[in-house]
């Protein structure tokens, strides 16, 4: 038996040392943007890992640098925050509603619609950019924030799917049963089914922050005017990189990419605490 379970553990070495090459492929790009962050030198430095010398001047330039024309970090920053906060709710309000009709209501032509969403959903989106983008300058929502939380948000409803298989999962006897004490539908999705479905809840407004907050194409076809006051974190961190300025800016270019990285966490950290309370507590209590 002991010969067995060092025979076991032998033959789960190769495999832990592959995950471990994984993670180190996977996480040296990013310790190495971090440190570039902290140094001393502004421009690109690849024949060093870590940098000689350590500041914080990058970050003090990027957030406090008024006379810099070119590096507008902190009205970036704002733009996509806007743009990702009313995305998030407005997407994860269809996301919730569609999933919830698809999963407990009975219509006509409900199995047709829902093919189709899955059919659409297979389809990459850059795919309707160029039409989206040519319908959006009609209506003169180019250039402009809120075009850009319209087309993040107008489809949404197409990811329903995850968000259904859970709602399908709570007993409908729940339901049922806040009907026959005179519960409206409404009454019966807000009361009864959201409040137990607070992890695929907590999935939906997650991934829902984070594609306006991540998005480069789109806001770059959208976003073309020029002006950088208009331009979302990721065009203007893109910008940093031309060659025009990559030399100057790119300590400036790796602390914002740390920054960015902050909202999201504490979005991730703040959600999960739902979460685990959610499946800790149990959907029913007597």
């Excluded at 309707?128 to 489809?155: C, D, E, K, P, Q």
Aim: net charge positive.
């Amino acid at each position: 038996m002991r010969k067995n379970r060092y025979v076991k553990a032998l033959l789960l070495v190769p495999r832990h040392l592959f995950l471990a090459a994984l993670a180190a492929f996977w996480l040296i790009p990013i310790v190495w943007l971090v440190f570039n962050s902290f140094s001393e030198f502004q421009g690109v430095n690849i024949r060093q890992f870590f940098p000689e010398t350590y500041s914080l001047t990058a970050y003090r330039l990027l957030l406090f640098d008024s006379t810099d024309t070119v590096a507008r970090f902190p009205v970036w920053f704002m733009n996509t925050l806007q743009i990702a906060i009313f995305t998030c709710i407005i997407s994860s309000s269809f996301v919730l509603m569609v999933s919830y009709a698809t999963s407990r209501m009975r219509f006509r032509g409900r199995r047709t619609l829902m093919s189709i969403g899955v059919i659409l959903g297979l389809f990459p989106g850059f795919l309707a950019m160029i039409a989206v983008y040519f319908i959006m300058r009609s209506f003169g929502l180019t250039n402009n924030h809120w075009g850009l939380v319209i087309v993040y948000s107008g489809s949404s409803g197409l990811g329903y799917l995850i968000a259904k298989g859970f709602f399908d999962t709570i007993s409908e006897t729940l339901s049922e049963s806040a009907r026959l004490d005179g519960a409206t539908e409404m009454q019966v999705f807000w009361k009864i089914i959201l409040p137990l479905s607070k992890p695929i809840i907590v999935y939906t407004v997650i991934t829902a922050f984070l594609v306006p907050w991540m998005d480069f194409i789109f806001a770059s076809i959208m976003l073309n005017s020029g002006i950088a006051t208009d331009w979302t974190v990721a065009i203007g961190l893109y910008n940093m990189l031309d060659r025009a300025l990559v030399n100057s800016h790119f300590a400036r270019f790796c602390a914002g990419g740390v920054l960015v990285s902050i909202p999201i966490s504490i979005l991730f950290v703040i959600m999960q605490k739902f979460y685990v309370e959610s499946i800790t507590s149990g959907s029913v209590k007597g």
